[in-house]
């Protein structure tokens, strides 16, 4: 549980860095009281892009709209000749680029999941529409569409939810924020590199608070597990625990016994858990890779041992101490 949560967490975080890079740009200009994750639907005014490529530094401006779907998805409006120009455009797996009013553009894990082709025929937004292409993932959305059309069909004409901005030369990106900064008082403006930065788990609300109860239950669950287990094998090995008293074994010995047991248990658990977060990868990247993304996650494997295995322990502590101190001739007449 553990594992998976960090991992689709994680995974989550890493696809929206991927698709930040994927853009191509080198400055990201939000709307006033967006934070790094979410977007108000489209309060710039688009003619803010054509101000922007005519200030000192900048080659190229392109203006974007996204629309919130269903659960997490949602649907990008872009100028597709501009962005083929800032990022080299898309690639294609099938099909191409939108040629009609009602095509769009889906990627290569929305077509998985919804069984679509180049050709087929979808229903978003209250309007059915044709896919013209498949794009292999990694940039924007997994829908998109042109620019103009999403805007009229969400009575947005005339306004974007963020721009992105190509610079001359990379290494005046820092001045040319300063500047934007400057003229545009109250617009959260950002390097690529520091958005990216930006997308963490500390910085989302809520996620870092979620992983420590999701470690906290697992502790909890794995302390009364192991308890129950270990109380009923001591409840019924009380013949045999009595027996090895009986021919002098310790209480050191016999609560020896029942911690390595414990412990061998809480290692094969381990990695068990290991082995359902590669299964629980695989089941998502088959069943639903456009709704979530998992990443394996070695470096919480000792985490995850550790945690699991202080919880065994503990929940091994008291009926060990229990066995230990069984009177052998109450435990050989014990039926």
Same mark, same amino acid.
């Given at each position: 549980m553990m594992l998976t949560i960090v991992g689709l967490s994680k995974g989550m975080l890493a *696809?929206?860095?991927?698709?930040?890079?994927? @853009? !191509?740009?080198?400055?990201?200009?939000?709307?006033?009281?967006?934070?790094? #994750?979410?977007?108000?639907?489209?309060?710039?005014?688009?003619?803010? %892009?054509?101000?922007? *490529?005519?200030?000192?530094?900048?080659?190229l401006a392109v203006g974007s709209m996204v629309q919130s779907l269903q659960g997490l998805s949602s649907v990008t409006g872009i100028d597709l000749e501009k962005f083929t120009?800032?990022?080299?455009?898309?690639? /294609? #797996?099938?099909?191409?680029?939108?040629?009609?009013?009602?095509?769009?553009? $889906?990627?290569r894990y929305?077509?998985?999941?919804?069984? &679509?082709?180049? +050709?087929?025929?979808?229903?978003?937004?209250?309007?059915?529409?044709? %896919?013209? +292409?498949?794009?292999?993932? !990694?940039k924007l959305a997994r829908i998109v569409l042109p620019l103009r059309t999403l805007q009229e069909l969400t009575g947005n004409t005339g306004k974007l939810s963020q721009i992105y901005v190509k610079v001359e030369d990379?290494?005046?990106?820092?001045?040319?924020?300063?500047?934007?900064?400057?003229?545009?008082q109250g617009y959260p403006i950002y390097s690529l590199e520091e958005l990216v930065s930006l997308i963490s788990v500390n910085n989302t609300?809520?996620?870092?608070?979620?992983?420590? @109860?999701?470690? !906290?239950?697992? $502790?909890?669950? +794995?302390?009364?597990?192991?308890? &129950?287990? =270990? /109380?009923?094998?001591?409840?019924?090995?009380?013949?045999?625990?009595?027996?090895?008293?009986?021919?002098?074994?310790?209480?050191?010995?016999?609560?020896?016994?029942?911690?390595?047991?414990?412990?061998? &248990?809480?290692?094969?658990g381990s990695v068990l858990g290991i082995l359902f977060a /590669?299964?629980?990868?695989? &089941?998502? =990247?088959? #069943? @639903?890779?456009?709704s979530l993304a998992q990443l394996i996650v070695p470096g919480w494997w000792p985490v995850a041992g550790g945690i699991a295995l202080a919880g065994a322990l503990l929940g091994a502590a008291y009926p060990g101490w229990r066995a230990a101190r069984q009177d052998p001739i109450e435990a050989l007449s014990y039926e």
């Open positions: *696809e929206s860095q991927r698709r930040a890079r994927g @853009v !191509g740009a080198d400055i990201i200009i939000r709307p006033r009281g967006s934070s790094v #994750l979410t977007l108000s639907s489209a309060p710039i005014d688009e003619r803010l %892009v054509v101000w922007a *490529e005519k200030q000192p530094g900048v080659t120009e800032m990022s080299g455009g898309f690639r /294609y #797996l099938a099909g191409g680029p939108p040629e009609r009013p009602d095509d769009i553009i $889906v990627d929305y077509a998985r999941q919804n069984n &679509l082709r180049a +050709g087929s025929k979808v229903s978003l937004l209250n309007r059915a529409w044709r %896919v013209s +292409g498949i794009f292999e993932e !990694g990379p290494a005046q990106v820092r001045a040319v924020i300063a500047y934007f900064k400057q003229k545009l609300p809520g996620l870092a608070a979620f992983i420590a @109860v999701i470690i !906290g239950l697992s $502790v909890v669950v +794995g302390f009364l597990v192991v308890f &129950l287990s =270990m /109380y009923t094998s001591v409840l019924e090995r009380t013949r045999e625990i009595g027996i090895l008293k009986a021919l002098g074994a310790s209480a050191g010995f016999i609560l020896d016994v029942l911690i390595r047991e414990t412990f061998a &248990l809480a290692v094969a /590669y299964v629980s990868r695989w &089941l998502i =990247m088959t #069943l @639903v890779p456009a």
